[in-house]
């Protein structure tokens, strides 16, 4: 059974840089790609991008200019950066598994919050 | 960007009865290279991250009960809970992948009535 494991800081300050790491475990990392969604506390969800394993990355032009996803294939894992971050980044951050095809997100890690706040 | 809008917002609907939530796409969703409209459904229950029902507008994903069904094409499309169970209480979200960036729907809060 595939599994996700996300972790990284939880508490962050503005204008500091969000880091996230997400592991895959009992899966093929290769021929699927790898996204980061965020959901700010109450609200609905948002697409902050993805990554093939390949490397190839695509990004929600709303955060492009401050989200770097890459990939360790050796590690079969994958992160997020974002930099600048402010409270409105304040969110559960989620990697999910996208199998070929763009047939959704099939596999989720757990979330973790991350809090923006001086 | 394409923006995915969901009626009704929230619904409440008797146990056994039958739950339809809609999504409508600002555009055509109709991959014309695959031909199938990429368009998918979340369950999302509190605490947790969503889990994947439909996919291609209408593919049930392996293990999701036969009460969920979606249906549709273009721009318009229907999750439909054939009679509600009490685990289905949740919000449920529609997402399109015809585009970047893969936007969602603002969700559904579903609830027994």
């Known amino acids: 059974q595939v599994q996700l494991q996300q972790w990284g800081a939880g508490l962050l300050k503005p204008s500091e840089t969000l880091s996230l790491t997400c592991a895959v475990y009992?899966?093929?990392?290769?021929?699927?790609?790898w996204s980061w969604i965020r959901q700010p506390p109450g609200k609905g969800l948002e697409w902050i991008g993805e990554?093939?394993?390949?490397?190839?990355?695509n990004y929600n032009p709303s955060l492009e200019s401050r989200v770097t996803i890459s990939v360790d294939t050796s590690k079969s894992q994958m992160s997020l950066k974002l930099s600048s971050v402010t409270a409105a980044d304040t969110a559960v951050y989620y990697c999910?598994?996208?199998?070929?095809?763009?047939?959704?997100?099939?596999?989720w890690g757990q979330g973790t919050l991350v809090t923006v706040s001086s | 960007d394409i923006v995915m809008t969901q009626s009704p917002d929230s619904l409440a609907v008797s146990l056994g009865e039958r739950a339809t939530i809609n999504c409508r796409s600002s555009?055509?969703?109709?991959?014309?290279?695959?031909?199938?409209?990429?368009l998918v459904w979340y369950q999302q229950k509190p605490g947790q991250p969503p889990k994947l029902l439909i996919y291609?507008?209408?593919t049930r994903e392996s293990g999701v009960p036969d009460r969920f069904s979606g249906s549709g094409s273009g721009s318009d499309f229907t999750l439909t809970i054939s009679s509600l169970q009490a685990e289905d209480v949740a919000v449920y979200y529609c997402?399109?992948?015809?585009?970047?960036?893969?936007?969602f729907g603002q969700g559904t809060k579903l609830e027994i009535k």
């Open positions: 999910a598994r996208v199998p070929l095809g763009r047939r959704g997100n099939d596999h």
């Open positions: 009992s899966g093929s990392f290769s021929g699927y790609y």
């Open positions: 990554i093939s394993h390949r490397g190839t990355t």
């Open positions: 555009q055509s969703i109709l991959s014309s290279s695959s031909n199938k409209n990429v």
């Open positions: 291609w507008a209408s």
């Open positions: 997402q399109q992948y015809y585009s970047f960036p893969y936007t």
